[in-house]
T-cell receptor, first 116, second 111 residues
Framework: EAGVAQSPRYKIIEKRQSVAFWCNPI?????LYWYQQILGQGPKLLIQ????????DSQLPKDRFSAERLKGVDSTLKIQPAKLEDSAVYLC??????????????FGPGTRLTVL | KQEVTQIPAALSVPEGENLVLNCSFT??????LQWFRQDPGKGLTSLLL?????REQTSGRLNASLDKSSGRSTLYIAASQPGDSATYLC??????????FGQGTELSVKP
């Protein structure tokens, strides 16, 4: 079974530039998550999708971050414009159901973003 | 608001030692608790998932315990090996299928 795929693996940009990350979840997984992991910290949930609807985006900085999940499969996370403090690893995860809290999340390798 | 804390932040042990990693959480209203491993530059690998009704789970040299009433979990690693060197993350499942993570314990096992 293929795992969660993410691209690119690494990205370096200047502050105020835009960047987009892509995630392809495990086939058949209804729930998709984006996490931000700053160096030395645990991952923090940015947004959670159930199929193509948003379940939780309470910690997403909506003035600069946006995410979509078209057709309930792949997802993109965009930052526009980027700030220095956005430097982090962005992790995508998926689970079969997720809302009941009884489904394991599977994580992709992450995208390491450096903002100069 | 649920908060998860892991102690210690870093740990260095000689090969062969048994060790314990600690995790505490502030709200006992959790569904499950999960331990992950993260290697440098890599994503998260699930190690053990303990259902809220369970007290412990075992996988090979790993044993995780859960005490919901006291808000604590421990990950016990027996006979540590250099290949166990990684960051270990504890996370609790809360309502809505959300995972709340601790900051991790960075483990180094010296040959």
């Amino acid at each position: 079974e293929a795992g969660v795929a993410q691209s690119p693996r690494y990205k370096i940009i200047e502050k105020r530039q835009s960047v987009a990350f892509w995630c392809n979840p495990i086939s058949g997984h209804a729930t998709l998550y984006w996490y931000q992991q700053i160096l030395g910290q645990g991952p923090k949930l940015l947004i959670q999708f159930q199929n193509n609807g948003v379940v939780d985006d309470s910690q997403l900085p909506k003035d600069r971050f946006s995410a979509e999940r078209l057709k309930g499969v792949d997802s993109t996370l965009k930052i526009q414009p980027a700030k220095l403090e956005d430097s982090a690893v962005y992790l995508c995860a998926s689970s079969q159901k997720g809302l009941a809290g009884d489904n394991e999340q599977f994580f992709g390798p992450g995208t390491r973003l450096t903002v100069l | 608001k649920q908060e998860v804390t892991q102690i210690p932040a870093a740990l260095s042990v000689p090969e062969g030692e048994n060790l314990v990693l600690n995790c505490s959480f502030t709200d006992s209203a959790i569904y499950n608790l999960q331990w992950f491993r993260q290697d440098p530059g890599k994503g998260l690998t699930s190690l053990l998932l303990i259902q809220s009704s369970q007290r412990e789970q075992t996988s090979g040299r790993l044993n995780a315990s859960l005490d919901k009433s006291s808000g604590r979990s421990t990950l016990y690693i027996a006979a540590s090996q250099p290949g166990d060197s990684a960051t270990y993350l504890c996370a609790v499942w809360v309502k809505g299928g959300k995972l709340i993570f601790g900051q991790g314990t960075e483990l180094s096992v010296k040959p």
